[in-house]
């Protein structure tokens, strides 16, 4: 498929069951693209819709392009970075959007939902992101997150794969800041 206009209209929404297996057909899309999630088989609903968080998606000329989810808390080095274990926070967890949509505004918009959120919550946020993608570390940069450095991490066990990967942070904010 080509590359969605980049004039056409973002509308981002509360995830809605039915929007899953459009969100899956995408998520098979940034797989191949930029190897996300790193392992093909969690390319399906279960992995998809697995924080337990509010979930948005985001939609281009009325159609599903990418999503943004939060899952309750954060780990311990970007609590330490928001401030302390007693500070609250989410985790911004299954986030992305079409290659096909990428240009059009989706992932911006689908993080002011995650963002204003947060700050209607007085959440702090936290995120992790593999080091090969450059674009979406870039992005977070660009809207003002921290970046607390790389980090090796095994999500599979301390016998499956190393990854490189990169914490950022968030802090808590008022709503109407």
Do not use: C
């Amino acid at each position: 498929m080509g590359a969605l206009p980049t004039d056409l209209s973002v509308d981002v929404r509360e995830r809605r069951r039915e929007d899953v297996p459009a969100l899956v057909e995408v998520l098979g899309e940034v797989h191949v693209k930029d190897r996300y999630p790193i392992v093909g088989t969690h390319v399906e609903p279960g992995w998809l819709t697995e924080p337990d968080g509010p979930a948005w998606v985001a939609e281009v000329g009325g159609e599903v392009v990418g999503q943004a989810a939060l899952a309750t808390g954060a780990d311990s080095v970007s609590l330490a970075a928001l401030g302390g274990p007693d500070v609250e926070a989410v985790t911004l967890s299954r986030f992305f959007v079409a290659p096909r949509a990428r240009g059009t505004g989706a992932a911006g918009a689908l993080l002011d939902a995650v963002e204003a959120y947060a700050a209607d919550h007085r959440l702090g946020l936290a995120l992790e992101v593999v080091a090969h993608n450059l674009a979406a570390r870039r992005l977070y940069g660009r809207r003002g997150w921290t970046a607390l450095g790389s980090y090796e991490v095994r999500w599979f066990g301390d016998d499956g794969p190393a990854y490189e990967a990169y914490r950022f942070v968030r802090p808590v904010r008022a709503a109407n800041f």
